[in-house]
């Protein structure tokens, strides 16, 4: 049976740097940058492979990412393997208060896509409708992030999406099912603190039972240790990364890698 247009998504990897202590940044947000050159490569590499890089709106401001292509020899990877010269960047951004001076907006590049909901203020949403190159308004109470996906596939051709954080969008991309791989970089350093963000932020119980990993891909170099783990969804449908994936159907074979 062919899968529903609605039912399709990107497959999705959320990549992350981590302290030994599992945070992503200090507690005053003083540190959000700590892994090493290689790491920075193994980011734009990795984005290299994708069509699109997700980010909430707080990384956005904080760490003043402009999602673009890490430059030209990246650039002329991404041509060779078939895909626009940058990524889609798409925010996500509930109510719509994304910093319209963020750096993102001064970054010349590709298209901009801010993902709001529904109940997002109308002077908020009025203030980035002219600077994004699209705003998607959830159709539903909240913001849908699988309804989100499915129109950044059918809309915008979004087959591999990586998800840079932060922690409260990674854990709302957890919590609906939506995440594939996850790439960390365990960084060779100690934040401390509770109040310091985590790869999945939010409330107490917020996993239930837990997002479940398969087995672990481990590399080292220099202080750092690079992981990847599949879902155990996606570890299930043989493991194949990059392919476009039906939501409706977990076992339906994805397409091959391109
Ligand atoms: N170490 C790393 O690799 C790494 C990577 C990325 C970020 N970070 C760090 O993480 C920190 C930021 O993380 P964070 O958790 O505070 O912020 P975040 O996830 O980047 O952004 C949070 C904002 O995004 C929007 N959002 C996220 N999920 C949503 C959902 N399900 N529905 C509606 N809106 C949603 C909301 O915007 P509205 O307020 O407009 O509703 C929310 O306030 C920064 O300190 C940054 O440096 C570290």
Known sequence: MTPDKSDLRPW????MAMTADGKIATAGREVTTFGSPRDLRALYSLRAT?????CGARTVEETGATLGNGGEAF????IRAGLSEMPLRVVVSG???LDPSAAIWKAKGSPIVVLISSEAPAGARKRLEPLADAVWVSPSKGLDLKSALAWLRARWGVQRLVCEGGGSLNAAMFRSGLVDELRVTLCPRVFGGNASPTIADGS???LGNAFRLGRPEMRCHGGELYVTWKSVRAESTNG???KPRSLADGSRRPAPPR
């Open 204 to 206: 107490p119980g917020i």
């Open 95 to 97: 109510r719509a208060s």
């Open 75 to 78: 650039l002329r990877r991404r």
């Open 50 to 54: 994708a069509d699109a890089v997700l």
């Open 12 to 15: 999705v990897v959320v990549n």
């Open 240 to 242: 194949q990364s990059g």
